[in-house]
């Protein structure tokens, strides 16, 4: 396969760089370009980020490959990732789920009631989604979701829990999986709903993860949906959910990052000396520094897959499963080899004077755990490429 970017394509990346450079001189940026926030890098928790959101609509980056009906420029899925991958590799929020997960479901599958309300405001980077799917007994096997949707006339009532929703403490509206029918095979009773955020019935209450990254458990005490805000069909919603999760891998676990903590790493080696010389200079640290290297390009191979399935219009499962189990876990190792090659010192966190790179290394220690389960855990991915791309048996 020939994963090398046309001509128009790096045109458009060489266009996204010189846009961040633009961005990068203006108030804010501090916050709206920060890597060293790990895994809450990609979020639009902030005014500032938000904002850079809206600026990002303007210049007509947002929603690239939707349909010009919809508002869209009718390019290719492939722009969207290129576009993602450059605002990943300098910390900035990514278009993620408004644009893709919510927006491209809304598209295949909701009403015109909510194409209309909705697809504008996304376009216009004018509302922030939270994803309601794992629960306190739902979260690899999401499947085995409890949250009860009741139908009461042509409303649905909602009650129950969801856990690990990472941007309910700042989003506008909130996409649900609940179970609409126990009748039925288990992933074949899930809905999909929309729900203010807003809402007197929910309540929010904050989870601090080792990485200082906060998620969210939510409460749901009656909450009245009506009925227009269902999404698609009733008892459809395992469907909308896969399609969602399927393109939250493709979008949201880019390879620049990576990249970026990897030079960041050769550079505090070069940096720092042991026995007279620069850590960069010891064999056993060069040795495991290119093992890593190798693994970098194997992690940009398996995402080329990605891209290039997607561009046959087909819905990357298993090639975004191997592509988030890879990428992530060789997250975590490049931070335990940065921990062992830096020693004692790159346990300071980033409030000591001495900590090495301002505490990056502890703290991606922390944080990379959390992207190894984001979006699916491991263990989920792994069962993805045995069962669909394997053929194992379940």
């Known amino acids: 396969m020939d994963f090398r970017f046309s001509e128009r394509e790096e045109h458009f990346i060489a266009e996204v760089k010189a846009f961040i450079e633009e961005q990068k001189q203006l108030p804010g940026a501090d916050d709206v370009f920060n890597p060293n926030r790990e895994a809450d890098s990609s ?11 809206r600026r990002l609509s303007k210049a007509g980056y947002l929603g690239m490959s939707w349909g010009e009906q919809y508002g869209g420029q009718g390019k290719e899925g492939i722009y969207d990732y290129l576009l993602n991958e450059e605002l990943a590799t300098v910390g900035a929020p990514l278009i993620g789920k408004g644009v893709g997960c919510i927006g491209k479901t809304l598209i295949a599958h909701g009403s015109e009631k909510l194409k209309q309300e909705f697809l504008p405001q996304i376009l216009n980077a004018e509302i922030e989604f939270a994803l309601g799917y794992s629960e306190p007994s739902a979260g690899s096997d999401l499947a085995s979701l409890r949250l ?8 649905w009532v909602l009650n129950g829990q ?6 309910a403490h700042f989003a506008d509206w909130y996409w649900v999986a609940a179970r609409t029918d126990t009748n039925v095979a288990k992933h074949k009773g899930i809905s999909v709903f929309l729900v203010p955020m807003n809402h007197p019935g929910l309540t929010v209450t904050a989870i601090e ?13 009656n909450v009245t949906v009506p009925g227009d805000y269902l999404v698609g069909e009733v008892n459809k919603g395992w469907l909308y959910v896969c399609e969602a999760l399927d393109y939250e891998r493709f ?27 620069p850590l960069s200079e010891h064999p056993i640290i060069r040795s495991k520094i290119a093992s890593i290297a190798a693994e970098l390009e194997a992690a940009k191979m398996l995402q080329r897959r990605v891209i290039s399935a997607a561009r046959k219009e087909q819905v990357p499962t298993v090639e975004a499963a191997m592509y988030k189990l890879y990428s992530t876990e060789l997250g975590r190792r490049l931070a335990n080899l940065a921990m062992d090659a830096l020693g004692p010192m790159s346990l300071l966190r980033h409030e000591s004077e001495d900590a090495p790179a301002h505490g990056k290394w502890e703290h991606s220690y922390r944080a990379t755990v959390v992207d190894t389960i984001g979006g699916g855990s491991s263990e989920v991915q792994k069962n993805i490429i045995a069962r669909r791309g394997l053929g194992l048996p379940s």
């Open 148 to 155: 009860k949707a009741d139908a009461v006339g042509d409303d």
């Open 251 to 277: 979008t949201l676990y880019t390879v620049g990052p990576i990249f970026s903590k990897f030079n960041a790493l050769i550079e505090s080696l070069k940096n720092t000396e042991r026995n007279g010389k």
């Open 209 to 221: 993860t080792m990485g200082d990254h906060r998620t969210n458990q939510v409460f749901f005490d």
């Open 43 to 53: 979020l639009s928790d902030s005014e500032e980020r938000r904002a850079f959101n």
């Open 162 to 167: 969801k856990m690990w929703t990472t941007s």
